[in-house]
C-alpha cells in the first residue's frame, strides 16, 4: 500500500497510464495532465483546522523529504504535489498524498 512505503531521492516520472492506475488507490485526488501535478481541495469546519492540518503535511512532508504546494484559504487547504526533479509526477507524489489522505482521517477524527 502507498501509505507504507516512503519516498525515494531518486525516482522517475511516470506515464499517464501508471498514474491512472495509482489514482484508483487515492480516489479523492486529481491528476492536472497541463501542470503535471496531483492535487486535492481538503475542506473544513473552521478557518484555524487549514493552517494546522497545513503543518502536519510540512511535518510528513519533511519526514520524507519530498515537499508539496499549499495553499491556505478560508475552511480549505489545497495540496499540490509533483517531483521538480522528475519533471513531473512520482511515486513519491502518490505516497505522499496517501499519507496526507491519512492525515486527514486523523484530522477528522
Known amino acids: 500500500?502507498?501509505?507504507?512505503?516512503?519516498?525515494?531521492?531518486?525516482?522517475?516520472?511516470?506515464?499517464?497510464?501508471?498514474?491512472?492506475?495509482?489514482?484508483?488507490?487515492i480516489p479523492a485526488w486529481s491528476y492536472d495532465e497541463s501542470t503535471n501535478m496531483l492535487s486535492r481541495i481538503f475542506k473544513f469546519s473552521?478557518?484555524?483546522?487549514?493552517?494546522?492540518?497545513?503543518?502536519?503535511v510540512g511535518n510528513m512532508a519533511d519526514q520524507q523529504d519530498h515537499h508539496p504546494d499549499l495553499h491556505i484559504y478560508y475552511k480549505k487547504?489545497?495540496?499540490?504535489?509533483?517531483?521538480h526533479s522528475a519533471g513531473g509526477v512520482s511515486m513519491n507524489d502518490f505516497i505522499c498524498a496517501a499519507k496526507t489522505d491519512q492525515i486527514f482521517t486523523d484530522f477528522e477524527t
Do not use: R, W
Not at 501508471?18 to 489514482?23: G, N, P, R, S
Open 77 to 83: 487547504c489545497v495540496v499540490e504535489f509533483t517531483t
Open 46 to 56: 473552521s478557518y484555524a483546522q487549514g493552517p494546522s492540518f497545513a503543518v502536519a
Open 1 to 25: 500500500m502507498l501509505i507504507d512505503e516512503n519516498c525515494h531521492h531518486q525516482t522517475e516520472q511516470l506515464s499517464t497510464k501508471q498514474i491512472a492506475e495509482l489514482l484508483k488507490q
